[in-house]
């Protein structure tokens, strides 16, 4: 009796508050990234660290940090109180260096990120990403499709909008609701392909 009291103690206990801080980018961190390279289109002085609580795919709360740009960033946090709130889980929330700054080798790790100096695939123009106003969200639930491709690929089986698993944004839900509320549209949108994972300051 006394262990079933405490397991429903511990079931019924309050979630942690959300915490979320907005910082300039650490003089460590700044110097040794990999994301950032002369010649993109912002200053590291115009990004901002943002670390927060969420979480994860465990039913357990999580800190995680994410590279945006300074304009954004309390949108952004705001953004991830709202899922916190509605338990929405995120896998991994990591700056792309956790990755060598390789956005297939984040995606494949299903991790969450926003800044990284990098093109639009198959062009020559800037991504929203290298702005620091886009965010890819859980990737493998969430895969770019277009035509047969997908990306990442072990997010196929994801590719099938039917499915309600864990860690999927689904259009009208709270995920894409949040988003729009700071005036971020969503990839799924798109028409000519989707990225279901994507949003962004400027709907690109």
């Known amino acids: 009796m006394v262990a079933l009291v405490l397991a429903l103690a511990v079931a019924t206990a309050p979630a942690p508050a959300y915490e979320a801080t907005v910082t300039p980018l650490p003089a460590a961190f700044a110097a040794r990234m990999t994301s950032w390279r002369p010649g993109c289109p912002v200053r590291k002085a115009d990004l901002r660290l943002v670390t927060l609580t969420h979480w994860g795919f465990d039913g357990r709360v999580k800190r995680g940090r994410i590279v945006v740009h300074r304009t954004e ?10 899922l916190y709130r509605e338990r929405f889980p995120v896998r991994r929330l990591r700056p792309v260096e956790a990755y060598g700054s390789d ?3 984040s995606m494949a790790a299903d991790n969450t ?3 990284n100096c990098r ?3 198959g062009s020559s123009s800037w991504s929203e990403h290298a702005y620091g106003r886009a965010i890819d969200l859980n990737p493998l639930e969430n895969p770019y499709v277009r035509g047969g491709h997908v990306s990442p690929p072990a997010g196929r089986r994801y590719a099938d909008r039917s499915l309600r698993a864990k860690g999927m944004v689904h259009d009208g839900d709270a995920v894409v609701r949040a988003f729009a509320a700071i005036g971020w549209p969503w990839g799924g949108h798109w028409r000519s392909l989707k990225d279901y994972q994507h949003f962004s300051a400027t709907g690109r």
């Open 73 to 82: 960033a309390a949108k952004v946090a705001r953004v991830f109180g709202v």
């Open 103 to 105: 956005d297939d080798r």
């Open 113 to 115: 990120s926003a800044f």
């Open 119 to 121: 093109l639009v695939e």
